[in-house]
Each structure stands twice: as structure tokens, then as C-alpha cells.
């Protein structure tokens, strides 16, 4: 049974992998043989390996299984990579060629086509390295101020932390976690928004890596909402396990805060904090439709600043129907790396970033960690420090 559903993924794998060699052998070859040699011995590693990401955990020996599985991951990363730059060889490739019948002798056709064959595995390298890098340092903190017109004055200056799919699971433990949470403790934020896909695994397995969260401090406390991993992982035992530690989670409700600026300042402003569960959570469990009027439901009018937590940006329309001034979002990882970063688009009403829908602002993070093959180019992790600001 699990050689039937093994083999199709090796079979996939060793199909692409020998697509690539096809176009890219022979021309480093001409190159330097052993060079040649060489990328056909990396590829059939890599065609073995990759598969092994997706599976080591239930067919590996669990004393090589995280092992496989960092370097199917990191060989999975690489393997993208290369294979979006060879074809954009190809396209290069027919370029010349078709400058070449327009002005012949223009380039010389042989000499492009080896040392850009050349510059594919470089760059795929380079990129690789610089992406492994990025995933794995601690996100840096990206500053947001939202200006809201009317702003009650003792809210004028509150922060918010927004961290975001973290994905603790395969790569990421409680101590890359626990590097998360002492970024954000050192921002003093007066609430910790954490807008889903936490993790990649069941509470069995990984509730000793999120108690890290139970250190998270702040003014008003830590919220969460659920984001479409937490429903491939257990949704019903993540939202109890979080609890414990803690973590208030939303789901389609709200809470209501009262701020004032400072110690001495008796003035407090009423705020209303919501979530709602995942986007996509009906496909799990119809309970838990994705319901922003819901969350909404009930809210007293004078509370004059209304946040909602939601994993997907595209419960944002619906958030503006129900009245909030501002939705917090993540999921996209703003494409996590080159060339994916353009694709969200299709997905996503946003990708990253601050934009304005109808009179909402909608901040759409890059994420906090990552997903999969760990690696990030082109698209940083944050942790996202925003203060509303008065206008």
C-alpha cells in the first residue's frame, strides 16, 4: 500500500529532474565534463531526496526521517529554482536564435547557449544559499503606522505585534520560536495578533514547540485565529491546546478592550478585537464558516475602533461590509520566494503590505516563518509592529 502511493511521487520527480538534464547536460558538458558529470549526479540525488520531504515521516526509520527530511526541503527549494531559471533559459535561447535569423552573426548562438547553462545552477546556488538564509534568521521587525480618521485619542499610538505562518513543523522547532517570541516581548506591544497557520502537525507531536507562546506578554494579551493549516493539522485540538497556553482564539467573535494612553491618562477608549477562522474552515468543519458579520455581531457603537483578525486577505470584503476599520491578514507569505511573489496575485486580492479597501485598511504580512522548502527570496519574513495613528 505505501509503495502504490510512494511511486507516483518518485516517478513525478524523476520525470522533471530528467527534464532538466535534458536541457541543461549536454551544454555543461561541452563546458567541462566533470562538470557535466556532475550536475547529472546532483540530479538524480536530487530526485531521490525530494520525494523523501513529503513522505519521511511515515516511511523512514524515525532516526533518519528529520534528516531526509531537511534535505528533501532544501533539495525541493533548489530544484524550483533551477527549473524556473531553465526555462527562462529556454526563452532566452529562442531569442537569440530568432535575433540571429534577423542579423545573422549577431551572437554567437554556442557560446550563450553553454555558459547560460552555466549561469542556471550558479544562480540556482546562489539563490538557494541566500534563500536558506533568509528563512532561517529571526524576522526582522517592520514598522506600520495606520492612520485612522477619528481615532479616539487614547488610542492614538496603541501597537499591535502581528506575527504570522510560522509553520512549527518539519524545519521549525521551539527554538527558532522561542527567537519569535523575544522579538516581539522587546516591542512592549499593547496586543499580540498571531493570524494562523502557527503549525504543520498534530498537538501530539508538536505541543511542546508552541509552549514558547505562553511567554508572549503584552497590555491586553495574545489573540489568535485559525488559518487553513490548523485545519490539515487538528483545528479542534489546536484551538483547546492554545487555550492552555494562554492564547485567546477567535472564532467568528469578538472582545472588547479598553486603552488609555498611559498611567496617568483616565481617559480609556473602547475597542473592538475580532477574528474569524480560516477563510476556507466550512471545508472542514461547516461549524466554523468563515463569518465576519458574526464577529461583528453585537459590537456596542460607541466603541470606535473595530480590528479584525483574519487569516486570508480575501475575507476582506466581507470585513469591510461588517464595519471594521482595519483587518490584520497573513497566508500569503508575499510569495515566499522569486518568482512565486508575482503568482499570489491571482489568489489574493493582496499580497503584502498596506493597502485600503472601500474605508478598511487591509495589512497583508509576508509571515514569520515559512512553508516547506526553507527558503525565502525576494520575500522577507516580519514581524509586523503597528501603531494607529490619528487623523
Do not use: C
Amino acid at each position: 500500500m505505501v509503495v502504490k502511493r510512494v511511486l507516483p511521487l518518485f516517478l513525478v520527480s524523476v520525470l522533471l529532474h530528467g527534464l532538466l538534464g535534458w536541457w541543461l547536460s549536454a551544454d555543461l558538458t561541452s563546458i567541462d565534463l566533470l562538470l557535466g558529470v556532475g550536475f547529472q549526479v546532483f540530479l538524480v540525488l536530487s530526485s531521490l531526496l525530494l520525494p523523501l520531504a513529503l513522505i519521511a515521516p511515515r516511511v523512514a526509520p524515525s532516526a533518519w526521517s528529520p534528516t531526509l527530511t531537511w534535505l528533501g526541503l532544501i533539495f525541493m527549494g533548489g530544484f524550483s529554482s533551477l527549473f524556473v531559471l531553465s526555462l527562462l533559459r529556454g526563452v532566452a535561447l529562442v531569442a537569440v536564435t530568432l535575433l540571429n535569423w534577423t542579423w545573422p552573426g549577431s551572437l554567437d548562438e554556442t557560446l550563450f547557449r553553454s555558459y547560460s547553462a552555466l549561469a542556471v545552477p550558479v544562480v540556482g546556488l546562489l539563490m538557494t544559499i541566500g534563500g536558506f538564509w533568509n528563512a532561517r534568521r529571526t524576522a526582522a521587525v517592520v514598522q506600520v503606522d495606520v492612520p485612522i480618521l477619528n481615532l479616539p485619542h487614547a488610542l492614538h499610538g496603541f501597537t499591535v505585534a502581528q506575527i504570522t505562518d510560522i509553520h512549527v513543523g518539519p524545519t521549525i522547532k521551539k527554538h527558532y520560536l522561542q527567537r519569535i517570541v523575544n522579538r516581539v516581548n522587546s516591542l512592549n506591544a499593547d496586543l499580540v495578533a498571531i493570524t494562523g497557520d502557527l503549525v504543520d502537525g498534530s498537538v501530539h507531536d508538536l505541543h511542546d514547540h508552541v509552549l514558547p507562546l505562553r511567554g508572549l506578554t503584552s497590555t491586553h494579551g495574545t489573540f489568535f485565529v485559525t488559518g487553513n493549516h490548523e485545519y490539515y493539522s487538528g483545528a479542534h485540538s489546536w484551538i483547546a491546546a492554545l487555550g492552555g497556553l494562554g492564547v485567546r482564539v477567535l472564532m467568528n467573535e469578538h472582545v472588547l478592550i479598553h486603552h488609555g494612553s498611559d498611567n496617568q491618562d483616565t481617559e480609556h477608549a473602547m475597542m473592538v478585537v475580532a477574528g474569524v477562522t480560516d477563510y476556507g474552515a466550512h471545508h472542514f468543519d461547516d461549524s466554523h464558516r468563515s463569518d465576519p458579520h458574526a464577529a461583528m455581531a453585537d459590537a456596542p457603537e460607541h466603541a470606535l475602533f473595530k480590528l479584525l483578525l483574519a487569516h486570508q486577505p480575501r475575507s476582506a470584503p466581507a470585513a469591510a461590509k461588517a464595519g471594521f476599520d482595519l483587518q490584520l491578514s497573513g497566508h500569503t507569505h508575499g510569495g515566499q520566494f522569486w518568482p512565486w511573489n508575482h503568482f499570489v496575485r491571482f489568489q489574493q486580492p493582496f499580497t503584502a503590505g498596506l493597502h485600503k479597501l472601500e474605508e478598511m485598511w487591509v495589512y497583508t504580512s509576508r509571515g514569520t516563518g515559512y512553508w516547506g522548502p526553507p527558503k525565502r527570496f525576494g520575500a522577507p519574513s516580519e514581524i509586523t509592529h503597528l501603531r494607529l495613528v490619528r487623523v
